[in-house]
């Protein structure tokens, strides 16, 4: 690991850009685990009634009323999105990043970036927020911070069913408001979206041919497509590129870019303070 270690540290300080691209693994690794003594501690009523273990699984657990899936996912964006610390890594990668031409692609929903202090300019949440409402159909491409909203419910349910009345529905249609993840085609892409994927864009093609290091941080194999695979593909096609991965698994890569690769199999928040 330390010969890695040294390696990324060079290739940070020589890079002319850093593209860091981050999973589910930067976020467990600042202790938001969705399972464990954090779920058991939120959700063990929700356990009791219906036997899962994990808030992902009871964020698809076909509730029988939309009170109860309120009152669940209410708790669950609460402690996810709001008053809650960034996490040390976040914090120590900005300090990493700070000052140098960086930009941030992440699969992450939970705003932990923007607690930390990035830039928001420097930002593409590709796969939604947990603070952002859409409509469930949808009739309209635009979505709606939740803020208010969540806590309200959070504060008034009971017996794990928030009042009626706080049941979120579209100002247009009128039909029940959902979460803005990425979780089938219902998924809204606003304006926001699209004006974060065309800064994204705009920076691979500024600093192509240049000396760009892709950071892979806690990437797994649920959607390569979007961080992992083009990471590789544009590491191959850049000879003056590097790709450096850190995850607990899976850290790994081709043999096409193998000499231009620095990966490390450990905890991310551990890495980056070596780092």
Not at 13 to 34: H, K, M, N, Q, R
Not at 46 to 64: I, L, Q, T, V
Not at 242 to 252: D, F, H, Q, S
Request: hydrophobic fraction near 35%; aromatic fraction near 14%; charged fraction near 25%.
């Amino acid at each position: 690991m330390e010969r890695e270690t040294k390696t990324i540290q060079e290739w940070l300080a020589e890079a002319d850009a850093v593209v860091i691209g981050a999973g589910a693994g930067l976020s467990s690794s600042a202790g938001f685990t969705y399972a464990g003594e954090r779920f058991d501690k939120y959700f063990s009523d929700f356990a009791e009634k219906y036997g899962f273990r994990d808030m992902y699984s009871g964020g698809f657990y076909p509730y029988p009323s939309l009170e109860e899936f309120w009152a669940y996912w209410s708790r669950y964006i609460y402690i996810n999105r709001y008053d809650q610390p960034a996490g040390r890594p976040y914090e120590t990668l900005l300090r990493l990043v700070q000052g140098k031409n960086y930009f941030v692609l992440t699969t992450n929903v939970d705003h932990r970036f923007q607690t930390a202090g990035f830039e928001k300019g420097r930002l593409f949440y590709t796969q939604g927020d947990y603070g952002l409402f859409q409509c469930s159909v949808p009739c309209h491409k635009k979505t709606y911070d939740n803020e208010k909203q969540v806590r309200e419910m959070l504060a008034r349910q009971k017996d794990m069913k928030i009042p009626s009345e706080l049941i979120p529905r579209c100002p247009v249609c009128g039909k029940p408001m959902s979460m803005n993840l990425r979780a089938d085609n219902t998924f809204v892409e606003d304006e926001g979206w699209h004006a974060a994927c065309a800064r994204y864009g705009a920076f691979i093609t500024e600093n192509a041919g240049r000396k760009v290091l892709f950071l892979e941080l806690g990437v797994g194999m649920n959607t390569p497509g979007i961080i992992k695979y083009p990471f590789w593909q544009m590491t191959c096609r850049n000879k003056n590129a590097r790709y450096a991965c850190v995850n607990l698994e899976g850290a790994y890569a081709p043999e096409e870019i193998k000499g231009r690769s620095a990966c490390i199999a450990g905890d991310i928040g551990e890495v980056l303070e070596k780092l």
